[in-house]
């Protein structure tokens, strides 16, 4: 017996569609060196549309890869959205790679085209050279005459790029399980491994990403994104935040304690994510320098484990709430969450908070011994946990070995324990 529903595709194209006209008030503000600078999502979409048409004007098509080596800031996000809604694929370079990673990375994902920041462009125009198939570098925030490029490569100006073109797309019906965008881990031995994201998944890790006992982000939210775009894709708050109108401040390259205690206290954001050694630096600022926290709500982690006397003091002195996730590029990242159940004693909720807390729906997880045999979840057992879901890759890019899955499983590498 078939169902009667409609086959809609859930893709980015969708999800463009739905927050830049549902959500078209909600707002992103960029942080700047003359202060924040802010769009609403509706203007955001009709600049994702220019870029789009500014991209095709330069042979972008199909499933091709369009780089981006770019802060956390509001055109990053319309590349976001623009390129990926296009059909083309996005791929978030890591600015913190070594110079010979970005080399092997650019060349095995072929990028044909990079746009990136100006403060950047001193890390990236060395490596140009080496670039085998990129033939356009779109530079943002300088005149592209003062950059240069070798024999091949065209620089363009990013506004120039979408400067006169028609402010509505049409965003074409693709596949949702055809590829959207590209992260590579350096997480793993030798060179770095190509993670690929379809529209589908991506769709399904921002609505997980919305849930009460997820992230949480809601059309009410201001969410601080300090975690990087180019770090598996902000851990989904771009698109979460696309899906539910939840607005969005991205610090740029402003990451120091003195800049983002700044933002929160003008900016007034609910939420916020980034690592643990961010919150710790905040911290220790903030003793010498008090700040108004009183926006902030929840904070997520995640990338390392957070110290229980940084989770200790910020809600001692602040009120905010942090809790743990675990996750990988190759799952998303959202794997757990560790948001405390209600009804918990005060002690009870923190010791919650101090693990990686539970599986999200939709992520199958096991333990197993270094035999393959499938271990108990007695909170005492230690193995090698192995995960599985609708967001997590099932292989890497154009690579060979395949000792990272087993059986359909994706072996983490990370040891530990689970408790029922």
Not at 12 to 17: A, E, H, M, S, Y
Not at 45 to 51: E, M
Not at 299 to 322: Q, R, W
């Amino acid at each position: 017996m078939k169902s009667t529903m409609q086959d809609t595709p859930l893709s980015i194209g969708q999800l463009v569609r739905f927050g830049t006209s549902i959500h078209s008030s909600a707002e992103i503000t960029t942080w700047t060196d003359t202060g924040p600078t802010t769009v609403t999502f509706g203007e955001l979409g009709r600049r994702a549309a220019q870029l789009a048409h500014g991209l095709r004007s330069i042979g972008i098509d199909d499933d091709q890869r369009v780089a981006t080596f770019m802060w956390n800031n509001a055109p990053h996000m319309e590349a976001y959205m623009a390129i990926p809604a296009m059909g083309a694929v996005l791929h978030t370079l890591n600015i913190r790679l070594f110079p010979e990673q970005l080399t092997y990375i650019v060349n095995h994902a072929e990028d044909q085209v990079i746009i990136a920041d100006a403060s950047l462009l001193p890390l990236l125009t060395p490596l140009l050279p080496t670039f085998e198939t990129v033939r356009h570098l779109v530079v943002v925030g300088v005149d592209p005459a003062q950059v240069a490029a070798p024999d091949g490569i065209e620089v363009l100006g990013y506004e120039d790029l979408l400067a006169g073109n028609p402010e509505e797309f049409d965003w074409p019906e693709l596949d949702e399980r055809s590829a959207a965008a590209m992260c590579y881990t350096s997480g793993t031995t030798g060179d770095p491994k190509g993670v690929v994201y379809s529209h589908r998944s991506i769709y399904l890790h921002s609505m997980q990403a919305c849930m009460t006992d997820a992230m949480a982000i809601a059309q009410s939210d201001k969410v601080l994104a300090i975690v990087p775009m180019f770090h598996a894709m902000s851990w989904g708050l771009p698109y979460a935040a696309l899906m539910v109108g939840a607005s969005l401040i991205m610090p740029d390259r402003f990451l120091q304690p003195a800049p983002l205690a700044e933002m929160m206290s003008t900016l007034r954001p609910t939420a916020a994510a980034a690592v643990p050694t961010i919150w710790q630096a905040l911290l220790a600022h903030l003793d010498e320098h008090p700040a108004d926290l009183s926006s902030l709500r929840d904070v997520v982690v995640g990338g390392a484990a957070c110290p229980p006397s940084l989770m200790k003091a910020f809600h001692e002195k602040y009120g905010v709430h942090i809790s743990q996730a675990w996750g990988m590029t190759e799952t998303s990242p959202l794997g757990t969450s560790g948001r405390p159940d209600a009804g918990l004693s005060p002690e009870d909720e923190f010791d919650l908070r101090c693990t990686q807390g539970r599986f999200v729906a939709g992520v199958r997880a096991r333990l197993v011994d270094d035999a393959g045999t499938v271990l108990p979840w007695d909170g005492k057992t230690v193995g090698e946990l192995e995960v599985r879901g609708p967001w997590i890759t099932g292989s890497y890019y154009r690579a060979d070995a395949d000792d990272k899955f087993d059986d359909g499983w994706l072996r983490t590498g990370d040891v530990g324990t689970i408790s029922e």
